[in-house]
């Protein structure tokens, strides 16, 4: 066991691009998760034991049924509940989890080269489901309600309503484990140390949302100093094992992501626009691969379909029977 722990030490050192996908995703994304529950104390705790003892069940459950797992279901867990504010409804909290869950092993078991985040689809599905319910934030160490920065700025009328080191530190309300700039910016490094992370996205996704700010005349500094927008970029937009395999699509999908996370900031939006335009621009890349799959394997695709439909229809029978 010690040899093992060692060997995963060691590559992750020096060879971190050999690591398994949830291996390195863990790592990259335990800086927020650390910068989370120093800023949350006691609600971060409590969020992060929900997540993992969720996505453990799920995972101990798909291993014991004999299915493989690229991902464990504990990461799409922690990093959906994650996005959630800590002031949120439990329900809805308990919720993400089991949803992210439930779609990783969907997935896994379905349609295992889709290129999604099963954690971010679950967020953005029960926010909009809850329309909104998620948008509950605290200010860390009091642990007093407060609008997180970006709803905060359109209340006041466009103010800078925070200094950037404070932003950049995270310590203002948001996200649980995505309000640290500091922190998103050590995991993003060590990601692109083991060559996961793809400067092209993160450099469309920039130049995207620069678009959109100096159309409306916005402070730069202020709208992309943000911890939960470098976040969605890093971990869940410009992951090469999540990205298209067609090389050009990938600065079109960076370009739509930051354009539509920052016009979803218009009057009466927040900082989960963001995750909303990055779960769109997941949904529709894998939605356009999936087309384009369909019309080289025609034949193919009918032959499994009839396949599931004879299979599904065999157990059916034998159910009746007994």
């Not at 291996?23 to 800086?31: M, N, S, Y």
């Amino acid at each position: 066991m010690l040899r093992k722990i060692l060997g995963q030490l060691e590559r992750g050192a020096f060879r971190p691009e050999t690591l398994p996908p949830d291996v390195a995703t863990a790592i990259a994304i335990a800086p927020s998760v650390l910068a989370g529950l120093l800023l949350f104390h006691l609600v971060a705790i409590e969020m992060l034991g929900l997540a993992i003892g969720v996505g453990a069940a799920a995972h101990l459950a798909s291993r014991s049924s004999g299915r493989p797992l690229q991902v464990s279901p504990v990461i799409p867990a922690v990093i959906g509940v994650g996005l959630v504010g800590p002031a949120a409804p439990q329900p809805w909290i308990v919720g993400v989890a089991i949803l992210a869950a439930a779609l990783e092993l969907a997935r896994a078991r379905v349609v295992p080269a889709a290129r999604l985040h099963t954690g971010l689809l679950a967020f953005a599905a029960l926010y909009l489901a809850s329309a909104g319910a998620f948008a509950g934030y605290l200010n860390p160490g009091a642990l007093k309600p407060l609008a997180e920065p970006i709803r905060l700025w359109q209340q006041l009328g466009g103010a800078w309503v925070f200094d950037p080191v404070r932003l950049y530190v995270g310590n203002v309300p948001g996200p649980v484990f995505a309000t640290s700039l500091m922190a998103v910016a050590v995991g993003a490094a060590w990601l692109w140390y083991a060559r996961r992370l793809s400067l092209v996205v993160v450099a469309s996704f920039l130049a995207g949302a620069l678009a959109v700010i100096v159309v409306e005349g916005w402070n730069p500094g202020f709208q992309l100093d943000s911890g939960p927008t470098w976040f969605a970029v890093a971990f869940l937009l410009a992951d090469r094992r999540l990205l298209p395999g067609y090389a050009p699509a990938r600065p079109l999908a960076g370009l739509a992501a930051g354009a539509g996370a920052l016009l979803l900031r218009g009057p009466g939006g927040g900082v989960e626009g963001v995750f909303l335009a990055v779960a769109g621009v997941q949904v529709a890349l894998a939605l356009s691969a999936g087309i384009a799959w369909l019309a080289v394997n025609r034949s193919a695709a009918l032959q499994a379909t009839l396949r599931f439909w004879r299979s599904a229809r065999g157990a059916q029978v034998r159910r009746k029977a007994a």
